[in-house]
């Protein structure tokens, strides 16, 4: 959208582009407001605004909003402005909505440019805690308090207490946040054909580890006779690493408390311990040669393809690439791996912020009232919104939900609504995971949960790291290349000493002020 065009003449034009496909495709959505006519019937919840879903709202209940489309897909025919969902959600709250959805890959550049033009949305979301501080502090969001109090009883309800306290400024809540339903993502997973073709055990140790790497990297696990198997796989920036990390006790990025004070994980002697033992892996080609310009596409297509038969896994890569290659190779079969258990014995896996994303409201919107109705309807509907229209996407069968797997992929864009206040029910959460078939998606997130290593630093982002994080993020490049050999070991120890005078010494003294008050 160009800058100087005005935000509402842009939603006023969607608004009417709507209304027309609308009309004129009157029968094509006959069967899906019948549907949800019948849903709605007795669903004014307490608290709730008047729901007649053939009320046609006033200019005055419109709103637009700026969120993320999460690198959804739309069918044919629909798009963020117009599609079942998004009607769903007007039709049960008397809402407007126009929707837009800044491209994922400059989300952050543009959602500064949209703040400095002058001409505002009535919401927008962001996943960035540095971002929403920055903006915090500078009063460009509306304390919601009072809204919240007042049109929020779901939000109330589902969002706990030390959430709230999360996005609180002098008191205040500046944002509605949307937790995340998983508290962390990585877990190992391992050939086990592998392992038995080449007599091994499922290691433990990180020794065991090692010896693994080394047999599936040049021991022909695959029987084939060729030398194309990888021992270990990464993606660029050393991710899917988390593992190895706190195999050594430590976390990139995570604040321990070392002597009664935090420290940051990234610039701890353990972080130098893990990257020689790296470096190690890359020297004898065990580690993959191409890891600093994997994408996660590209570990997948190798994971896929046979060629990968140990790795840092997502708790749903299992019903990615790890049942991709299964289904391409019959003999394939893949086991969840104890975490490594370092020389120390320590074990784990980086945890994930509680709140996933921030959803503000321009200090100027004269819509407030109608954003914070709209986000408690998102609270408040979270089952038609995460699994998708009952008796439609899913089920009740023998008390278990059953999925039409093509409907339910056809229709994940539902995720960039719902996403905005997620509110996990842990219930539910296991029923809808069970329901997407046998995937181990429950107990790989389980087994996850178990082995979180906590963050120490768990307040608002302080004004420091609104000022230097990303200064500091991308002086980690050296972290890669002392992997790769171009750099030494010790060129680790310059890598401290710079982040420490670039920001690094200011942020940790802010930390420390707050960790004394905890």
């Keep these: 959208m160009p800058l100087n065009k005005s935000w509402n003449d842009e939603f006023f034009q969607q608004r009417h582009r709507k209304r027309s496909r609308l009309l004129k495709g009157k029968v094509l959505f006959l069967p899906v407001c019948a549907f949800l006519l019948f849903l709605t019937a007795g669903c004014n919840g307490p608290g709730r605004i008047a729901n007649d879903p053939l009320k046609k709202p006033s200019e005055s209940n419109s709103i637009n909003i700026v969120i993320s489309g999460l690198g959804m897909p739309f ?81 109330k309800e589902k969002i706990p207490a030390e959430v709230w306290d999360r996005v609180r400024y002098g008191g205040k809540i500046y944002a509605v946040p949307s937790l995340n339903e998983v508290t962390g993502a990585e877990l190992m997973y391992g050939r086990k054909d592998w392992l038995d073709r080449l007599g ?67 610039i701890l002697p353990e972080t130098k311990e893990t990257l020689a033992f790296f470096a190690k892996l890359y ?107 009952e008796n439609e996407i899913w089920r009740w069968e023998n008390g278990a939900i059953v999925t039409d797997f093509a409907l339910h992929d056809k229709h994940l864009y539902r995720g960039i609504y719902q996403s905005l206040v997620d509110v ?14 046998d995937f181990n998606l429950y107990n790989n997130l389980q087994l996850i949960h178990s082995h979180i290593i906590p963050d120490a630093f768990y307040g608002v982002p302080t004004p420091a790291m609104t000022k230097y994080n990303k200064k500091l993020k991308n002086l980690e490049d050296v972290f890669t290349k002392i992997i790769m050999g171009l750099e030494p070991l010790d060129a680790f120890d310059d890598y401290v000493r710079t982040w420490k005078e670039e920001g690094g010494d200011e942020i940790t003294k802010e930390v420390n002020e707050w960790y004394s008050k905890q």
Excluded: C
Aim: glycine share 8%; aromatic share 12%.
């Design 424 to 437: 996990p029910d842990q219930q539910l959460f296991k029923q809808r995971l069970d329901s997407l078939g």
């Design 75 to 155: 069918p044919e025919g629909m798009d963020e402005n117009d599609n079942p969902y998004l009607n769903y959600i007007e039709e049960q709250t008397g809402l407007e909505i126009g929707v837009q959805l800044p491209p994922t890959e400059v989300y952050n550049e543009k959602m500064d440019v949209i703040m400095s033009s002058g001409n505002l949305p009535d919401m927008l979301h962001t996943y960035e805690p540095v971002w929403f501080d920055k903006y915090v502090k500078q009063k460009a969001f509306m304390p919601l308090d009072e809204l919240i109090d007042e049109y929020g009883p779901h939000l």
């Design 200 to 266: 091994l055990e499922p290691p433990e140790t990180l020794e065991e580890y090692y010896e693994v790497i080394r047999a599936f990297t040049l021991d022909d696990p695959d029987g084939n006779g060729l030398p194309d198997t990888i021992g270990l796989t990464l993606t660029s920036n050393l991710g899917r690493s988390s593992p190895f990390f706190g195999a050594f006790g430590t976390q990139r990025n995570t604040w321990f408390e070392r002597d009664g004070q935090l420290v940051n994980g990234s």
């Design 283 to 389: 020297q004898e080609n065990l580690l993959d040669r191409e890891f600093p310009l994997n994408l996660q596409n590209n570990i997948f297509e190798k994971i896929e393809n046979g060629q990968v038969g140990l790795f840092s896994a997502a708790w749903y890569d299992t019903r990615g690439p790890i049942a991709a290659n299964m289904s391409k190779d019959p003999e394939a079969e893949w086991i969840p791996l104890p975490y490594p258990t370092g020389p120390k014995g320590f074990k784990g896996v980086e945890g994930k912020n509680i709140i996933r994303g921030y959803n503000v409201i321009p200090a100027e919107s004269e819509k407030a009232a109608q954003v914070i109705k709209f986000l408690d309807f998102i609270a408040s509907d979270y089952k038609t919104l995460k699994l998708g229209f």
